[in-house]
């Protein structure tokens, strides 16, 4: 019981407050995502921003989070009497880094999250674009995820 009690005073949550008063949330919230091209990029950006600042507050940026993102789109499954498409991938790398705003430009903390989907495919046009689409924007969602608890747990070990 005393040990169970010892080794719960030295668990911090991650996004709470820690025990020395600095959140994460806070450092989370202060960072500035810079501009992804293309469409995936903009779903990206905007999850990113969301998952980084849900509050709307926009607080002075201390960090800055460059974002580079390659997608690949391919037919893995094709059905052998029509010769058609039955299903697609979408596969997304995004490469991050986060700097700081002052001081200087060395990575506070990089990496590449990778992200792969598949939908179905049909004989419509218009139903094979929204769902390719709708890929990207899971895709998007998963990256933004991965992206931001991999921050968080590096701004955490910088101050400890």
């Given at each position: 019981?005393?040990?169970?009690?010892?080794?719960?005073?030295?668990?911090?949550?991650?996004?709470?407050?820690?025990?020395?008063g600095v959140?994460?949330?806070?450092?989370?919230?202060a960072i500035k995502v810079e501009p992804i091209p293309d469409r995936i990029g903009h779903y990206l950006e905007n999850e990113l921003?969301?998952?980084?600042?849900?509050?709307?507050s926009t607080p002075t940026p201390k960090y800055r989070l460059v974002v580079t993102v390659h997608e690949r789109l391919s037919t893995p499954i094709i059905n052998s009497v029509t010769g058609e498409a039955q299903a697609g991938d979408v596969n997304v790398d995004a490469d991050y880094r986060l700097y700081k705003i002052a001081g200087d430009q060395q990575p506070i903390a990089s990496g590449n999250v990778t992200e792969f989907v598949v939908y179905d495919r049909s004989t419509?046009?218009?139903?094979?674009?929204?769902a390719a689409r709708d890929?990207?924007?899971?895709?998007?969602?998963?990256?933004?995820?991965?992206?931001r608890t991999r921050i968080a747990v590096a701004l955490d070990n910088r101050k400890t």
């Open positions: 019981m005393i040990l169970a009690v010892g080794l719960a005073s030295c668990v911090e949550p991650l996004y709470g407050p820690k025990f020395d959140s994460v949330a806070a450092d989370l919230r921003i969301f998952a980084l600042n849900g509050t709307g419509q046009r218009l139903s094979n674009v929204r890929a990207e924007i899971r895709n998007a969602k998963m990256l933004a995820d991965q992206i």
